[in-house]
């Protein structure tokens, strides 16, 4: 069955930086855009960054510049790289697959910005 397995969540202070990686199983990966979405308490899920099966990259405005995502495709997974971590960039971060029209999800991992 289609697993999506998020990691590298925890507890960092402002400045920092964190490496997010989502391992995926059960579907053709390298057919797929992933994309990272997160979702802090009390308000919707946005999307953060995506990286087409082609590569092509694509971010929120408010990550521009401090995040990074890559993929690699030998191994099903697709990563985030997060510097210069800010207290608003607190959430619960997830993966998601998605090839029209299926669209996969993870679990969420919490990333935590805070002193």
């Known amino acids: 069955q289609v697993q999506l397995v998020e990691s590298g969540g925890g507890l960092v202070q402002p400045g920092g930086s964190l490496r997010l990686s989502c391992a995926a199983s059960?579907?053709?990966?390298?057919?797929?855009?992933m994309r990272w979405y997160r979702q802090a308490p009390g308000k919707d899920r946005d999307l953060v960054a995506a990286?087409?099966?082609?590569?092509?990259?694509n971010y929120a405005d408010s990550v521009k510049g401090r995040f990074t995502i890559s993929r690699d495709n030998a191994k099903n997974t697709v990563y985030l790289q997060m510097n210069s971590l800010k207290p608003e960039d607190t959430a619960v971060y997830y993966c998601?697959?998605?090839?029209?029209?299926?669209?996969?999800w993870g679990v969420g991992t919490q990333v935590t910005v805070s002193s």
């Open positions: 998601s697959a998605y090839s029209r029209p299926y669209a996969y």
């Open positions: 059960g579907f053709i990966f390298r057919t797929y855009a």
């Open positions: 990286i087409s099966n082609f590569g092509v990259t």
